[in-house]
């Protein structure tokens, strides 16, 4: 199918050439992140015993002191010599404060995703197969709704009505603190969040997979299989959907950083210890090392999401071929 | 199954006490019941557990939990004997202050606690190497400090201050034989104090979830009654209201005024109301070309309605202030000129100070310039937004061109700072001694946000204080008010109170004013049936 050599050399060329890019990303955001007013002291200042003096003192302490380029040489020196500086805000090792927050990320958001594409596909199809059909305009009017419908009141709504009146679930959190590990207790924390950030998700799918269905149906190849007296079923499944999945690809690619980058309203709403919610506080406290750290991650993924797009088209499309020139 | 997880979460020191529990008699109503577990509700996560790196109070209100201090201030703003055996003596030339440690204290591993803890906390708190965050500014007034022997410590000040009894207060000691050596910074303990002194021992903190304690059964004043505190972090004030509601939380520290009545609704919910010594007011850049003059001054705070915001928008649950110390305090001034609301006696004293009214912009102006300038606030908090646009719409009534500009804390604080602002919203907080408020804020050696060059001003709260007479000291602080209010250096909206939710199940909670925290007396909590 595809050149395994020609494929290795796309994938060693498109991971080289992600060098450059990190760098000219990182003095991006370096100089973005810094151009902002304040900095990491300035959220104990309103207390009336810490000084400007103090203040001056502990950011040339940190080296905030020194020209922007010199702090970018420090910073660069440092992550290449595999040392991610220390957070401003608890000393800790900015590499334990970020990574400690993946598998709560990476739970929440690969368990909404996985429950999108399951949910998606199917109306997906199924609106795009019954055009006029009144069903279709009920499952319309719902994708709708879960576009338009902003989570932090989704997710308050949820919480109200399964929670604080009906006790079903519990209002937050990731489990019952301090109890010992439960695998149930986990999903039931699980639950709301994950359906209320899959409900986004899903309606945003549902909408691309019907539209590239319904442009795919069109195609001459499903008229020629139709032709053949296949069976409908036979020619939306094994035919036309093969082809509608390039969209779901592109979609999941798109999606890698947000598996690390996590969701910010949600997280904070169901109180889930994610990365989303890292960076909002990192960025309100300007705390560089950290949010540094957060966006570089957030780059590389983005740039290998799109590449695992890429190769996973040639995959799935039988026109796209890595190389080969017509 | 609920239940069950319950159960199970508090651990099997709760079922032993549990078990243990029903062998005895049923404990009467007054009597604390021993066991369960407290869950404090907070929007804000602490930074960091060590009290020199922070100055938060969320950090305050958990590291008092598992460490402790030579005093701390109670409810009712009285500096009381915790690590110190006695309130510390004084010499009367007011510049030794002698503290006697208790010998039966022992930190988390077993070490005793001595004097040697002590004064290297005060090392640390000076090292220029550290990056002192929560320093009290008593700290800058100590000369030396010694310990003649494994239980006394002796400051000695450079010059006399009678405040100084606060800079021990509520400050957590730092275990010197975990600590020495290492660099203050960076060190684990820091997020992790697992050796400390308090009537709770730290188990874990869960980074952006909680921070869960158990208690010490050899706590110096008797093993705490609750044996479980969690500091759980709900970063959303309305997920925080209905974790509330379902009961996940047992108490929510200073709520904000809209949620009150909310609260209140629910029986198994009691709302303290603390009045504070703190203020939410205007702070007027006194250097600011239009500000700079006392009419332009006190014609704003006339045009203010004061009464109406208290009444509306914080709901009749605090009381419009005139003077920055508030009226729980010794030295409150009740007597102070109060420039009432009065849009008239504005509009007047603005044309007295040369601003006249453009009939065609509807804009004062003074020798080509308007008068226009606007007022910097905190985005973020619906309170404020609210105060700060009455107050845009009010002044623009008599004639004022004013803007608003919402900005997050840091920017604000570097606003301030710069003195790059005409006027800023929001409030000034300070413990149980008028000298925190008065001379951080209104002295020129303070922080001077207000750009204030009053001699006669810094004079009185110069002389209050070095002496140790509170009658005396009264009179001076009376005096600094009235000259405050006369020249309208601020504008006054109210005096800050705390509102502390706790369930009406929790026991012995007593809720501190400021300058201390509400987890000060932890130890005598309990949870009844």
Known sequence: MVGRALMRRFVVRRLLGLVPLLFGISVVIFSLIHTAPGGPTAVYALSPDFTPQQQAEIERSLGLDRPLPVQYLVWVSGMLAGSWGHSYKDGRDVRDVVLERMPATLTLMGTAYALSLMIAVPIGVFTATRPRSAARYVVNVLTLLGISVPTFWTGLLAIMIFSAKLGWMPSGGMYTIGAPFSLLDRLRHLVMPALVLAAVNLAMWARYVHSSLIEVLQEDYVRTARAKGLAERVVIFRHALRNTLLVVVTLLGLSLPGLFSGALVTEAIFSWAGNGRLIIESLLGRNYPVLIANFMILAVLAVLGNLAADIAYAFVDPRIRVGARS | ?529
């Open chain 2, 1 to 529: 199954m609920m239940r069950l997880t319950t159960l199970l979460a508090t651990g099997a020191a709760v079922i032993l006490t549990a078990v243990s529990g029903l062998a005895q008699p049923a404990p009467s109503p007054g009597t604390p019941h021993r066991g369960g577990q407290v869950v404090i509700g907070s929007i804000q996560e602490p930074n960091v557990l060590n009290p020199l790196l922070t100055n938060l109070t969320v950090s305050q209100e958990a590291f008092n939990l598992v460490l402790d201090a030579l005093t701390k201030i109670d409810d009712k703003g009285s500096v009381v004997p915790f690590l110190a055996r006695e309130l510390p003596s004084v010499s009367t030339d007011g510049k030794t202050y002698t503290y006697r440690l208790r010998r039966d204290v022992k930190w988390h591993d077993g070490r005793p606690f001595t004097s040697a803890d002590v004064v290297f906390t005060h090392n640390a708190m000076m090292d220029p190497k550290n990056r002192i965050i929560g320093r009290p500014s008593g700290f800058l007034n100590v000369e030396s400090v010694r310990a003649p022997d494994a239980y006394t410590v002796v400051f000695t000040l450079k010059e006399p201050q009678a405040p100084w009894i606060y800079t021990w207060t509520s400050l957590g000691i730092l275990p010197r034989h975990v600590l020495e050596g290492r660099d203050l910074n960076t060190a684990s303990w820091n997020t992790a104090p697992t050796v400390g002194l308090g009537p709770f021992v730290f188990v874990e903190w869960v980074s952006g979830s909680h921070i869960l304690v158990r208690r010490n059964s050899d706590y110096y004043l008797g093993a705490p009654n609750v044996a479980v505190v969690v500091y759980r972090i709900i970063p959303d004030s309305n997920a925080l209201l209905a974790a509330m509601e379902k009961g996940d939380i047992d108490m929510r520290f200073a709520t904000t005024a809209e949620q009150v009545p909310i609260i209140e609704r629910n029986p198994g919910w009691k709302v303290w109301r603390t009045p504070a010594y703190s203020v939410f007011h205007f702070t007027i850049n006194n250097a600011h070309p239009i500000m700079s003059d006392r009419r332009v001054r006190q014609a704003l705070t006339h045009a203010l309605d004061k009464k109406g915001i208290t009444q509306t928008i914080l709901r009749g649950l605090v009381e419009p202030a005139w003077t920055p110390i508030t009226t729980p305090s010794w030295a409150h001034d009740s007597a102070v000129v109060k420039f009432e609301y009065d849009p008239g006696k504005a509009r007047q004293l603005l044309d007295e100070a040369g601003w006249r009214l453009n009939p065609a912009s509807g804009v004062r102006e003074k020798d080509g310039q308007r008068l226009a300038f606007s007022i910097v606030s905190i985005a973020g908090d619906v309170e404020r937004q609210q105060i700060v646009q009455i107050a845009q719409r009010q002044w623009r009534e008599v004639g004022a061109a004013v803007d608003v500009s919402l900005v997050d804390v840091g920017t604000f604080v570097t606003i301030m700072q710069s003195g790059n602002f005409a006027i800023g919203y929001g409030f000034w907080g300070a413990g149980p001694d008028p000298d925190s408020m008065l001379f951080t804020w209104w002295h020129s050696k303070g922080n001077n946000w207000l750009r204030l060059r009053l001699p006669q001003l810094d004079a009185l709260i110069d002389e209050a204080r070095v002496i140790q007479d509170r009658r005396k000291r009264r009179d001076l602080y009376l005096r600094a008010q009235k000259l405050i209010a006369q020249e309208a250096t601020n504008i006054f909206l109210y005096e800050r109170v705390f509102f502390d939710a706790t369930k009406t199940r929790i026991n012995g909670f007593r809720p501190v004013a400021g300058g201390g925290v509400n987890t000060w007396n932890a130890h005598e909590w309990w949870v009844g049936r």
